[in-house]
């Protein structure tokens, strides 16, 4: 399968820049199948797409202050951000400009927080150690929220890239499909009688990163670390229909039905042809040309995504990690 059938045309002026306030008025697109023409919602309006027997499953990771600018004692600057504990104290990280930086530099951040950059891994990361009694509380006063590259403007409200719910600090990006979410229709949708369960999946860097090479099938995913409660699968084994809010939370699900464990490392790629064990229904954003999550995306609701972010352009949606929002259906499922 060619990388070049996940291309489309994305406008500078559709990336959106900024979130809409409040976070549930932001659009919603909601898939009715290959042969009806999309509805247009707002996310506000999710508890009517629910209801009893349904639930409803979010990610409930945070994002850490990862990024840190700092100075080398020549003065020059440099940028770390940190990516994932590969075990105590022992960071992958990328540092730039790595090549400006030898192996055995130390950063004294203040006094309870030193790095160490160490040997050069591939893709262009780091080792780094990392000293700190309280590492939380060190980025915490140091770091800031990492936004994605084709974001230019700062947030006045760092929490603005938090979901409503994020309570396991970990991730590098946000799950931004649950960034829509607010107390009010996660209210709503438990009044129309939908359960809400919760997963954690460590969002990296590499599911946002384009697939590179020219064939799908050589894509190689970076590995996340996931944790389903047993409640959850649970819950998701009882119901009548699995809604996930977020590509991520499809991986964690799949990967667990897939594993038969709760928590461990996934590398789950899901290409059209895979089976979906576990979800039936989808909220995600509007995805990078040539993604991993847009192929997720035709794995899931079938290649008419086309017409889909078609549609989505010429209505004025927004798109990536502060805009807009779909509603599919597994592709062999009725819509709702």
């Not at 600057?77 to 930086?101: C, F, T, Y």
């Not at 060190?138 to 403007?153: C, F, H, K, S, T």
């Not at 960034?179 to 369960?197: C, P």
């Not at 499809?250 to 039905?257: D, I, N």
Request: include cysteine; hydrophobic fraction near 40%; charged fraction near 25%.
């Amino acid at each position: 399968m060619e990388t070049a059938s996940f291309d489309y045309e994305l406008p500078s002026t559709a990336i959106a820049q900024h979130p809409v306030e409040p976070r549930h008025d932001a659009r919603l697109l909601v898939d009715r199948g290959p042969d009806r023409a999309p509805d247009h919602h707002h996310v506000r309006d999710l508890p009517d797409l629910v209801g009893p027997g349904d639930v409803v499953v979010v990610n409930s990771t945070r994002v850490l202050p990862a990024r840190l600018h700092l100075r080398k004692a020549t003065g020059g600057a440099v940028e770390v951000l940190l990516l994932e504990e590969r075990s105590v104290g022992s960071w992958e990280a990328l540092v730039r400009p790595s090549r400006k930086v030898a192996p055995g530099t130390v950063f004294a951040v203040d006094d309870d927080l030193e790095l160490v950059v160490g040997e050069r891994l591939d893709d262009g990361r780091r080792a780094v150690e990392v000293r700190s009694t309280d590492l939380l509380a060190a980025l915490d006063r140091n770091g800031e929220v990492p936004l994605p590259p084709y974001i230019e403007a700062a947030l006045d409200d760092p929490e603005r890239y938090q979901t409503v719910y994020a309570d396991r600090p970990g991730s590098v990006a946000a799950p931004t499909a649950g960034l829509h979410l607010t107390a009010q229709v996660l209210d709503g949708v438990r009044a129309a009688g939908a359960a809400i369960a919760t997963v954690d999946l460590v969002v990296g860097l590499g599911t946002f990163r384009p697939i590179m090479s020219d064939h799908v099938e050589d894509h190689v995913m970076h590995h996340e670390r996931f944790d389903v409660p047993e409640s959850t699968m649970a819950a998701c084994e009882h119901a009548d229909r699995v809604v996930a809010v977020g590509t991520t939370t499809v991986r964690a699900l799949e990967s667990a039905a897939r594993s038969g464990t709760s928590a461990g490392s996934t590398g789950l790629f899901l290409t059209p042809g895979s089976e979906f064990l576990v979800v039936d229904a989808l909220l995600t954003n509007f995805h990078l040309p040539k993604s991993s999550l847009l192929v997720l995306v035709e794995a899931f609701a079938g290649p008419h995504w086309r017409d889909l972010y078609g549609a989505a352009l010429e209505s004025g949606y927004r798109f990536l990690s502060f805009g807009d929002a779909m509603f599919l259906q597994r592709a062999h499922e009725e819509s709702p």
